[in-house]
């Protein structure tokens, strides 16, 4: 069993940047490959980044692509998710997650491959 909860999120203008934190609980964080998802209000909750187990791998959404990059500091058993250029239709809450299984490469999109979820933190970029 993981837990996650995320923190970081906030209010910031278009332009700026937030840093997203989860911090996980348990022994075996390492062994998690994690994702970040967002979902605004009324949308589906969309992939936005991915990292692998050992931090040897990463994904991103299109829409992310150059302006966030995922990580993580399994010594903390915390990912991070630094957003940066922040532009409205980032809005949304933010959830992390953990999947297990896979390579030391393997990372997941879709959320169905996530076996735990934080409870999200709320990102508001104003125009």
């Known amino acids: 069993q993981v837990r996650l909860v995320e923190s970081g999120g906030g209010l910031v203008q278009a332009g700026g940047s937030l840093r997203l934190s989860c911090a996980a609980s348990?022994?075996?964080?390492?062994?998690?490959?994690m994702g970040w998802f967002r979902q605004a209000p009324g949308k589906e909750r969309d992939f936005v980044a991915a990292i692998s187990w050992s931090g040897g791998n990463t994904d991103y959404a299109d829409s992310v692509k150059g302006r966030f990059t995922v990580s993580r500091d399994n010594a903390k058993n915390t990912v991070y998710l630094q957003m940066n250029s922040l532009k409205p239709e980032d809005t949304a809450v933010y959830y992390c997650?953990?999947?297990?299984?896979?390579?030391?490469?393997?990372?997941?999109?879709?959320?169905?491959?996530?076996?735990?979820w934080g409870q999200g933190t709320q990102v508001t970029v104003s125009s």
């Open positions: 348990g022994r075996t964080f390492s062994s998690y490959a």
């Open positions: 997650a953990a999947a297990r299984g896979g390579s030391s490469v393997t990372t997941y999109y879709t959320r169905l491959s996530y076996d735990f």
